[in-house]
């Protein structure tokens, strides 16, 4: 089937982008709302797009009201996040952190999820993710209703289980990680058996 796009409704798009950009890495992202809410709310239209600056993108819309996402619009009001990676395990909680609640309810609450205060981070990170990323709003593109947020790498969580050091550098392990990735719909992919292919000298 050959598809036009000018032909399809921006929904229709939509759906056949996140059905066919496949897997999407998840961010889910911990922000501070007003009266220090933590809000917190998965993107898979993220990637890392530079290690120099070190930044990470995520794509953020609207409310059904119109209004910016509170992740939009903390970051825009207190500039910093902190990015968890969810593993396979924590999938349910994932989806019940994408409800859109007022701004004065957490979904870090609504999920039952534990928060820790990492040493040098600017927001408590979760403690049931291996990854997490302390990171500062670096510049926002707003391309028709998206907002393009790019977000500036200060400091890395790694689980120890998940790290070790090999010949000088560092190896996160994928398989204990267990990284979530996005499909289309209610579709979600775990990261499976890891396929080591050699890159060419």
Known sequence: MNIQCKDLS????YHLMVQTVVPRPIAWVL????????????????????????LLMISVGHKSTGEKK???QNLESRGHAV?????SALAEKV????AELPAEDSEVDLAQLETVVEPGFSLPRLVDAKIAFDVTLYETKVLGRQGLLFLEVHRVFVADDSITEQAGRLKVDAQSVDPLARLGGS???????TLIVKRPK
Do not use: K, M, R
């Not at 922000?31 to 070190?54: I, M, R, W």
């Open 70 to 72: 509170d992740t939009w």
């Open 83 to 87: 990015v968890h990676i969810p593993s």
């Open 31 to 54: 922000t501070e709302g007003p009266g220090a809410v933590l809000n917190l709310a998965p993107f898979s239209y993220f990637n890392a797009v530079s290690s120099d600056p070190n």
């Open 95 to 98: 989806s019940l952190s994408a």
């Open 10 to 13: 921006s929904s229709q798009i």
């Open 187 to 193: 579709e979600y992919l775990t990261a499976g058996e």
